[in-house]
């Protein structure tokens, strides 16, 4: 319950839930579960990561609006891996 201010991390084996704004780095399913996701009320992030797949936020990754609460998930395709993100709300 709170923002991830930069510089600053949260790890997790399962899903992460921010209800604030996450501009630090969030790595979920540490333990190698590929089925967690990352959800933040306001999307600013320097890095996601979810299992051992890492996205740098430095641009805006396709289907983000920054400051917009945001999911993002693991896809596997052509048994390629990509991270998918999401966001929702008005304007989305």
């Given at each position: 319950?709170g ?12 899903d ?42 430095e ?34």
């Amino acid at each position: 319950m709170g923002s991830v201010n930069s510089g600053a991390e949260v790890l997790a084996d399962g899903d992460i839930h921010i209800y604030g704004s996450l501009r630090g780095r969030a790595m979920a399913g540490r333990d190698g579960n590929a089925d967690c996701k990352v959800f933040a009320s306001q999307f600013e992030a320097e890095l996601v990561g979810i299992a051992n797949a890492f996205a740098l936020c430095e641009d805006n990754p396709e289907g983000v609006q920054e400051f917009r609460p945001t999911m993002v998930w693991l896809e596997a395709e052509e048994g390629k891996v990509e991270l998918r993100f999401k966001s929702f709300g008005p304007g989305a």
